[in-house]
């Protein structure tokens, strides 16, 4: 390992800082014995009791859940489909446009997104609520997943389909027995990712909820409105830890399965 | 005891089990097969053997139906296999990369084909254990692809291709990945098994070492066309044109105008030089332009003029010398260069002809094979 320059040491704790000082004061916050979010009076996991006992944030919280799993599902099984066309269908027409069109939304500002979303519910006259919010969360966070799961595709070596193709497998079966069990690891991955997307997202769920269902982004939001409490901090601080728990599992699948096929491609090479 | 030669395609009585009909694919403006007829017969070994690009793979393709052809029928046992699926056919193909399934043990990739065909467990087993016999893998079958060695994967791959008892094997260079001294020793156990199982199989290969050990007959292809189908000894000893006897091994090729009187043929091949005598089968027009093709260990090297059809002067300008023969290549006074080959069998110091000697190289008149393209 090489030793940093001061140069080095220096923009990395200012960059470091800049990006994680604000989380680390709230999450400090959230162990505030006080009930003044701005006034230091001892540790307490007080604030993390009172939460438990505050029925309208566990019901935000219920449903933000039951969004996340069953969108991010969604969006798996849909991005997946999605990255597998366009890696293996080749060269049919439209490839390019329909690449770009599924790539599109990452970069769509999200306001954007939500409102259309919102323009097309009211269009079908699609009451808002939780089923909306799961639809509008599957939108955008499959082109994640696609972009995620395609990344694996492409390296992946077309010749073991058809093996699996060769030895009696109906391509349906190639792909349930072969090819999903090899790129799994980007799969999860891609389901990783999309659960945080939407467990931390407010602006399209805000388009996309109704008065029948918040979520607790929305919940937070608004409850910030009428004064910071300790309590918003508590909970701020289980969805960090939720969300970075996430991040780093999504990346360590990630990296653990190229790090494994590195290792095969040795032994071959040694072979 | 009289032996019978197995040699299948000379009898007019048997039926080839794949049979090629006027084969031709395309993609797009590219033809990579063009009007194939080709019949391969029941527990053959028989090679596509080509440079890359030649078409042999794509060839091979359609056998496993992963290709269609353009035009044409491909029959296999009598039946048209163009409409069946590769998932139906009773064809088997080993992968050039073997495609091993890595997720899977060896043992669960021989019995990947096996389960799919819903045998019951116990028959499994036994098969999957036989294969791993005759591919000597008994010690391996529960580690995983990425665990054991490439020639160890290259027998994976074999038996798992096998396990099914196809009626054809194919095998897409399937000893490629592997260095020369394994390559060779595969080369005799995949023939042994061949034996053994009956199977009949074909090969794809750019080595033409490998093709002429392995097959009892062999294409050789170039741009989509079959040049010439021929067990391997009538490949190398009697090719039909310039460009097979260039592929297959070592060769001296001499361009000249032909002056035929009955089998024999007398060669006006330079200026100012006696014609050189050559036999065929074939019949020449007078001064019909032809190449004589002489391989280079039917070509002796001798200090005194010796008494052959075919005899000239030369200064001999290199030498290779690969151990167990040396090739001599020796500039003629018409500035072309022929080689020479001869086997040491004494030691090197003792060697007869070193660089710059004056010598005589010599070959009879059949030793060489007359050409009209």
Not at chain 2, 157 to 185: I, N, Q, T, W
Not at chain 2, 189 to 216: C, N, P, R
Not at chain 2, 276 to 288: E, G, R, S, V, W
Request: with cysteine; charged share 20%; aromatic share 8%.
């Amino acid at each position: 390992m090489r030793r940093l320059s001061w140069f080095n040491v220096t923009s990395l704790t200012l960059g470091l800082a800049f990006l994680y000082l604000p989380m680390v004061v709230l999450v400090i916050y959230s162990f505030n014995a006080s009930k003044l979010v701005t006034v230091w009076a001892g540790f307490s996991t007080r604030w993390y009791g009172e939460l438990l006992h505050n029925e309208a944030f566990l019901d935000a919280a219920w449903v933000t859940l039951k969004v996340a799993v069953v969108s991010s599902t969604m969006a798996t099984v849909l991005g997946t489909m999605a990255a597998y066309v366009l890696v293996r269908a080749g060269r049919f027409y439209g490839r390019t446009l329909f690449s770009g069109m599924i790539y599109a939304p990452l970069v769509m500002p999200e306001v954007i997104t939500g409102l259309s979303l919102l323009l097309l519910f009211i269009g079908i006259g699609l009451d808002r609520g939780i089923f909306t919010i799961i639809l509008a969360h599957t939108t955008f966070s499959m082109c994640y997943v696609s972009v995620v799961v395609s990344s694996r595709l492409v390296s992946f070596d077309r010749a073991l389909e058809e093996a699996a193709l060769d030895l009696g497998c109906t391509p349906f079966a190639a792909f349930r027995l072969v090819t999903l069990p090899i790129i799994a690891p980007a799969v999860i991955a891609g389901w990783l990712l999309a659960f945080t997307l939407s467990l931390d997202d407010l602006v399209i769920a805000s388009f996309a909820a109704g008065p029948s269902a918040t979520t607790l982004p929305i919940k937070i939001y608004s409850a910030v409105r009428l004064g910071v409490s300790p309590e918003i901090n508590a909970l701020s601080t289980i969805m960090i830890a939720i969300v970075t728990i996430g991040v780093i599992t999504a990346s360590l699948l990630t990296k653990r399965a190229a790090v494994r096929r590195n290792a095969e491609e040795h032994a071959a090479d040694r072979a | 005891m009289p032996q019978t030669v197995f040699a299948p395609w000379n009898d007019p009585d048997e039926k080839p089990l794949i049979s090629f009909q006027g084969v031709t694919k395309r993609f797009g403006d590219f033809t990579a097969i063009d009007d194939i007829t080709l019949g391969i017969y029941a527990r053959e070994f028989f090679a596509l053997l080509g440079p890359s690009g030649c078409g042999k793979t794509t060839l091979m393709r359609m056998l496993g139906g992963f290709e269609t052809p353009s035009a044409g029928t491909i029959l296999l046992a009598g039946q048209d296999i163009a409409p069946v699926p590769p998932n139906k056919r009773a064809v088997n193909m080993m992968f050039q990369s073997y495609a091993l399934f890595p997720h899977l043990s060896v043992w669960d990739n021989i019995a990947f084909g096996l389960r799919r065909e819903g045998r019951d467990k116990a028959a499994i087993a036994a098969r999957v254990e036989e294969m791993l016999k005759l591919t000597r893998l008994e010690k391996f079958s529960h580690r995983k692809p990425h665990q054991i060695s490439g020639g160890q994967r290259q027998r994976v791959a074999l038996a798992r291709s096998l396990a099914k008892a196809p009626k054809l094997l194919l095998l897409d260079e399937p000893l490629g990945a592997l260095d020369r001294k394994l390559r060779e020793e595969t080369q005799f156990e995949l023939m042994d098994i061949q034996e053994k199982t009956g199977t009949t199989f074909v090969i794809v290969t750019h080595d033409q070492e490998e093709a002429m050990t392995v097959a009892s007959r062999v294409a050789v292809m170039d741009e989509g066309r079959l040049i010439q189908v021929a067990t391997p000894d009538r490949i190398y000893e009697t090719p039909d044109s310039v460009y097979v006897a260039d592929f297959i091994g070592d060769v001296n090729i001499i361009e000249a105008s032909a002056r035929q009187s009955g089998d024999k043929v007398s060669l006006a091949w330079a200026e100012g030089q006696l014609p050189l005598i050559a036999t065929t089968t074939k019949t020449f027009a007078p001064d019909q332009h032809c190449w004589l093709a002489i391989r280079p260990e039917k070509i002796a090297i001798s200090a005194e003029r010796p008494k052959a059809a075919n005899a000239l002067q030369g200064r001999i300008l290199d030498i290779a010398y690969l151990g167990n023969i040396s090739t001599y290549h020796v500039a003629l006074p018409s500035g072309q260069v022929l080689k020479a080959q001869t086997a040491n069998t004494r030691r090197i110091e003792r060697r007869s002809f070193t660089w710059e000697d004056e010598v005589w190289i010599s070959w009879t008149d059949t030793a060489g094979v007359l050409l009209d393209k």
